[in-house]
């Protein structure tokens, strides 16, 4: 128990004397994203063509050294439950958010990472693949961002036609 006492306390003088260049701290841009996003929110699912919202709740919490958010989300639709772990963070080398989202809905499990920015006060975020021969973009945004609400849509476009909604869910900070 000693011992332990006395790691922890080195480790404790050993990282805090370090210069401030050494430990990480959060990025402005991170800072900024925080202030949007962390906290529980309910949110209402609709997918497709749809007319129904499923319900749900999503949780955003900092990640390590808050230079990541760690987002947690849980619904339910007609068809079955859904769980969902979304990570965002800033990549400065490329000068752009990156997003992982990965959710019981998805066969591969996770979605590749994609790119984004702030376009005014949308954060939209982009990807293109290949997928059975076929290019497929998708383009995320979070828009109508306030203190207690914004909402997510996902659109999907496939060649050279028409992008389509697939999804889009309204989030309100939970009471």
Not at 12 to 20: D, H, Q, R, T, W
Not at 64 to 87: C, D, F, M, W
């Amino acid at each position: 128990m000693r011992n332990f006492f006395l790691l922890t306390l080195f480790a404790g003088a050993f990282i805090s004397s370090l210069p401030a260049s050494a430990q990480e701290k959060s990025s402005p841009e991170m800072a900024r994203l925080s202030r949007l996003m962390l906290g529980t929110w309910d949110a209402k699912l609709r997918s497709g063509n749809s007319t129904v919202d499923e319900p749900g709740k999503q949780s955003v919490e900092l990640g390590p050294a808050g230079n990541s958010l760690i987002q947690n989300y849980r619904g339910v639709t007609k068809e079955a439950p859904v769980i969902g772990h979304g990570i965002l963070w800033w990549d400065a080398t490329d000068g752009v958010y990156r997003a992982l989202w990965c959710d019981s809905d998805l066969p591969s499990g996770c979605r590749n990472p994609s790119a984004g920015n702030f376009s005014g006060n949308d954060l939209i975020f982009s990807q293109q693949r290949e997928v059975k021969g076929h290019r497929v973009s998708s383009r995320g945004v979070y828009t109508d961002i306030k203190p207690d609400s914004f909402t997510f849509f996902l659109e999907l476009q496939k060649d050279d036609g028409p992008a389509q909604r697939i999804l889009t869910v309204r989030y309100s900070r939970a009471r």
